[in-house]
């Protein structure tokens, strides 16, 4: 049978790092065996359901390059399904309406906990037959009162799960809506998945899923349950811990297949190798591999992944994705300026995320508003003057604008002038970048071309003559 996975998020929020992984592990599983992967909106829930966080997943999604070959399905366009799948249930006896007030099943807990035992449903409605009026009845799926569900799980190893710790669960509720165990069953089998990995905080869902799939004729799929990620202080990850959604990744300058790399290496290992491209992750990935415990999120690893991420890939991949940070800084590299290719290789040494490299390398597109207070009180004094006067003239002469020529320029320009490099490097460079951080310098005089490396020398003079008295 050829596998079938699926990622099955609830929308009722940003998709978040556990769940990218969840949907990272299942991709990776039927990548790895030429199976199928779905995608499936568990939007059921519609008042926490939004949009929003629909296009949020889907767009996530395609950013990291996690392709689905079926859906998205929509759960909400399934209810006549799940509809039937009840009737049946309720037809076969396998279903019954419960006619409890809310009165009844606190008084039910209570008497519970009175005597020490722990709260569930005690079955009571299972044989009434009689309607009773003004109560909208929820449906009960009847679980086998005997015996036990074992589940031998493919990260976890075989867990039993005794009957009779189990109640007798809402399948829908009084407004005849299916709950989230019904419509998981449903869709697990008519999507035919064959494995499921998810959160090990579905645990206990699983022998009533399971369960509910027996008493509808039909076998489960096999279950690995992946143990939860956790912040650095052990407590369960969240935005403190420096988590955020996939896309804010997206924002903060990570490539994806960063993101993927840091993703897969939490809970899953393949001895002791830290960078796996996304061929060789497919190719390695093994559900047995999987960690048996909590993995801890740790977010200079994931920035520290980037950083090598962005010094190793093509310089190509790189700027395709400079390029939507640029953009996102009103910069249109196509339009004018340096090709981002060269900006990539230029900086990527000295740039962990790509919205540093963006913000880093805007004054090759555009000019900017200000110079650094820092940068300037320190390369700004009059004696700065006749170095960049002399650069002005000597890159003005220059035939050709080549990083060789423009080194030339630079050196000579300190030799005349009796100067340390530094001297004529740094009040250049401000002049250039407005920062007293930018490529070397020559490669930086080239990627800027001749027309702007000519206009802000000539601009960062006339600033030191009119804002810096002579001594
Ligand atoms: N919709 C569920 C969630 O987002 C996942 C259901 C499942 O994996 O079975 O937690």
């Known amino acids: 049978m050829s596998v079938r996975t699926r990622f099955a998020p609830s929308p009722t929020g940003y998709l978040h790092i556990g769940g990218a992984r969840t949907a990272l592990f299942n991709w990776l599983y039927a990548r790895k065996h030429g199976g199928r992967f779905i995608l499936r909106i568990e939007d059921t829930d519609r008042e926490r359901s939004t949009r929003e966080s629909v296009n949020a997943i889907l767009e996530g999604m395609t950013w990291m390059g996690l392709d689905y070959d079926e859906g998205p399905h929509f759960q909400t366009e399934r209810f006549p399904r799940y509809r039937e799948v009840i009737q049946r249930l309720l037809d076969e006896g396998k279903a019954y309406r419960c006619y409890c007030t809310k009165e009844e099943l606190e008084a039910m807990r209570q008497a519970q906990m009175a005597r020490k035992e722990k709260p569930r449903y005690d079955g009571r409605c299972r044989h009434r037959s009689e309607p009773r009026p003004g109560v909208e009845p929820v449906i009960r799926f009847r679980n086998p009162d005997e015996g036990a569900v074992i589940i031998d799980d493919l990260v976890r190893g075989r ?100 993101l993927l790399n840091y993703l897969v290496r939490l809970g899953w290992a393949h001895g002791d190798q830290e960078i796996f491209t996304v061929d060789e992750m497919t190719e390695l990935f093994d559900i047995k591999d999987i960690n048996k415990s909590a993995s801890t999120f740790n977010p200079d690893k994931l920035l520290w992944l980037n950083h090598q991420y962005l010094m190793r890939a093509e310089p190509q991949h790189v700027a395709n994705h400079l390029r939507w940070h640029l953009g996102k800084l009103g910069i249109d590299p196509a339009e004018a300026g340096p090709d981002p290719v060269a900006v990539v290789v230029a900086q990527r040494e000295r740039c962990k995320t790509l919205r540093e490299m963006a913000a880093n390398s805007a004054f090759f597109y555009q000019d900017f508003e200000q110079y650094e207070e820092k940068a300037a009180k320190k390369n700004f004094k009059p004696s700065a003057v006749a170095p960049l006067q002399k650069l002005h003239e000597g890159f003005q002469s220059l035939a050709d604008w080549e990083q060789e020529g423009l080194h030339r320029v630079v050196v000579e320009t300190s030799e005349t002038l009796g100067l340390k490099l530094g001297k004529v490097a740094q009040p250049l460079r401000v002049a250039l970048a407005g920062t007293a951080i930018s490529p070397p310098i020559d490669v930086t005089l080239y990627l800027l071309g001749r027309e702007k490396t000519l206009n802000r020398i000539a601009a960062a003079i006339e600033y030191i003559e009119k804002n810096i008295a002579n001594p």
């Open 159 to 258: 867990v039993v799960f005794d009957n009779k710790e189990l109640d007798d669960l809402v399948i829908a509720r009084s407004d005849g809506t299916p709950t989230y165990n019904l419509t998981v069953v449903v869709d697990d089998l008519d999507m035919g998945l064959t494995h499921v990995l998810r959160g090990d905080d579905h645990l206990n869902n699983t022998p009533r899923q399971i369960n509910i799939m027996r008493a509808l004729g039909a076998e489960p799929p096999q279950y690995a349950h992946v143990p939860m990620i956790l912040g650095e202080d052990g407590s369960r990850l969240s935005k403190r811990h420096g988590a955020v959604s996939v896309l804010e990744y997206r924002e903060q300058g990570y490539l994806p297949e960063a």
